[in-house]
């Protein structure tokens, strides 16, 4: 396998944007991805294009991506639509990643968009149904919230996890969304003001979850030569794992910590020297448990670590620099590849007034995807080496 | 790149299966495959599996492989949910064969599956006209009965082929259809039926359409050893090419010769080569400008192939001894991987009755998906060889 190295990346800000079309929200940021790698666009010879909702959003089904890169002029290539629930747009990056690597490709384009405003949140909310079995989960009406409440509350029992632990977490990421122009919600909250918002599934607050958005993240991989010629820091992929559930656990641990497990070696690194993260906090508090699962810290010592500003952006091991799902939103599609630009902004000292210090040179990013039988259904970890 | 094999092929009768869900058309084939194929299912390495309509039609969105293949026990492993309108099927073993022939995989399992019946005409028709651009023809009303009728009138004008050759392909197709148990219309049909039956879009009649449909289709692909191992003819994958519209034609020649072309080089042949072939007649008269698509005859020359049997299964080029699209059905993600599983059984004496004779050597399957500003959006072409 050769190395495969991240050339332009870009997303749209995160929000509500009922009068963009799909075509629209992915227009700008693969123009832009494409104009900061510096490459012709003749030259792409594949584009993976994640997408999660839109079949039963915008009605457009099975050609996604031919029509969402119709507009930005990307044909006559293979296009390759994937989904996987809320990890699609970290599919989209493996396949890219992959087929660069396997030297099938030399440069390949993947893409995430998502529009899951429409007027009609009751729609939205049964299109997030899917992302489980609809044999199991989904035709018990239990959501995502119910899901993680259930995760969360199995995990403060066991640890002595605190409520205002929990709310620790959705400050420092609202923080982050604060400093962050492309995250849907910019406003901080304090421990108070999460612990007191509306109970959605107890103990998720509403200031505890991600909210409904639209948006598009794009990013364009090549080879090390590619990379040289951008004239920005290089940035190697270092590994790129991507695996679906197995046997049914009430705590994704499981998962997460085989993905991250196999991504550390084949990155050849240890947990140890991760400087940078983004992780799937679809509810904030989930964020303690990934700590542990991706082995930045020992069992049950996740509220510790957020006690400790641990994670803050001024800390020591960032986590969720951009606001995370929490604030910055989470327009399924896009996530994944939205939580790997953050992780290269802040590899390549582009980070703005969230940026880390000193500069990392190795980041991780974590997207999971769904529920099937109690389990996350897919988790995808990247590690991008500077 | 290594050399690839196809290992087991199963599929499921096509038909209308309003008791059966996605993971009941799935379970039988795939583990038909798996046993077929000799291996332990454990060694899998990944899987790809494609879908065009259940988020539209089940409710079944964004894990759909992940839904379809826990029934069946295959779990843990990378699932990659792929679409592709009606070359989904196609697109999941293109991803599969790049898998196994880069070496990131040595056992790499293709799934097609779908559901169009459920009881509600209006429902499936509706998520059929999701496999065009929603801006362009869909929102038009413009289905694929339409843009077929457009096609054949304009290459019936300009070569002057007439009413009764068109019907002749649909003759054909449902004479296929009838030798063989897995194909959905099992009557013959004669030039006359065909041309009297109910007027669909001139002139296209009822008889030349394809039916709705539901079932799977399943091929492992694997590396020499294992096909040597199996005990049957090792089917080599000789060329594996897909790609998506370029610029609007209203006839779809461009993108077929073009994928046909690059398919016949990759594999160092010619079409002058090909003993059998499978290809998209989602409207049988389109088979005639097919053939000279793929090469098969010059220029305006598809009318005298069909006058002259050259394309019935005993003639001498025969075209979807299946009953192809028109007879043998189209459950759309399924389709790809059936049209394989064709040509796999004519290349290993397990055709049954309408076993071509002398066992062919080199086979081909030409697979289209959805419509985009006038032109097929999709096309994936494969080469076996025996």
Same mark, same amino acid.
């Given at each position: ?75 006559? $290539? ?8 809320? *990890? ?21 384009? *993947? ?15 049964? *299109? ?126 499981? $998962? ?16 140890? &020297? ?6 799937? &906090?679809?509810?904030?508090? $989930? ?27 001024? +800390? ?55 529920? $099937?039988? +109690? ?12």
């Amino acid at each position: 396998m050769r190395e495969v190295y991240v050339l332009g990346v870009s997303m749209t800000p995160f929000g509500k944007f009922l009068n963009k079309s799909l075509q629209d929200l992915a227009y700008e940021p693969t123009w832009n991805a494409i104009r900061e790698s510096n490459i012709d666009p003749h030259d792409i010879d594949i584009a993976f294009v994640g997408n999660t909702y839109a079949g039963l959003i915008t009605g457009q089904e099975s050609l996604r991506g031919q029509a969402v890169l119709r507009e930005a002029g990307i044909v006559g $290539i293979p296009i390759i639509n994937v989904e996987n629930a809320c *990890a699609s747009g970290s599919t989209a990056f493996n396949l890219a990643f992959k087929a660069v690597a396997s030297c099938q490709a030399e440069l390949a384009l *993947a893409v995430g968009v998502e529009k899951l405003f429409c007027g009609d949140t009751a729609k939205s909310l049964k *299109a997030l149904s899917t992302s489980t079995d609809l044999d199991i989960e989904g035709h018990m009406g239990m959501l995502f919230a119910g899901i993680y409440s259930m995760r969360i509350r199995a995990y403060m029992e066991k640890y002595g996890i605190s409520r205002e632990q929990l709310a620790k977490v959705a400050v420092k990421n609202h923080d982050h969304g604060a400093l962050n122009p492309h995250a849907q919600y910019r406003d901080r909250v304090s421990v108070e003001e999460v612990l007191n918002s509306r109970m959605i599934a107890d103990p998720i607050t509403l200031l505890m979850t991600c909210p409904l958005g639209d948006g598009a993240a794009v990013i364009l991989v090549g080879t090390k030569e590619m990379a040289l010629r951008m004239g920005k820091r290089p940035i190697k992929i270092g590994s790129s794992v991507l695996r679906s559930f197995d046997i049914a656990r009430i705590h994704d641990q499981t $998962i997460v910590e085989r993905v991250s497990g196999r991504a550390y070696q084949e990155a050849e690194i240890s947990a140890k &020297d991760i400087q940078v993260a983004e992780v799937h &906090d679809a509810a904030a508090p $989930i964020e303690l448990y990934l700590y542990e699962a991706l082995g930045f810290c020992g069992a049950g010592e996740g509220g510790r670590m957020i006690d400790d500003r641990q994670t803050w952006f001024d +800390g020591k091991l960032p986590v969720n620099t951009s606001g995370g799902l929490t604030a910055k939103g989470h327009p399924a599609g896009a996530t994944g590849l939205a939580q790997l630009t953050e992780i290269v902004w802040q590899m390549r000292s582009e980070a703005g007034d969230r940026q880390i210090k000193p500069l990392p040179n190795v980041g991780l990013a974590e997207n999971g995807g769904g529920n $099937i039988a +109690g389990e996350t259904a897919v988790v995808a970890v990247h590690i991008l080496k500077g």
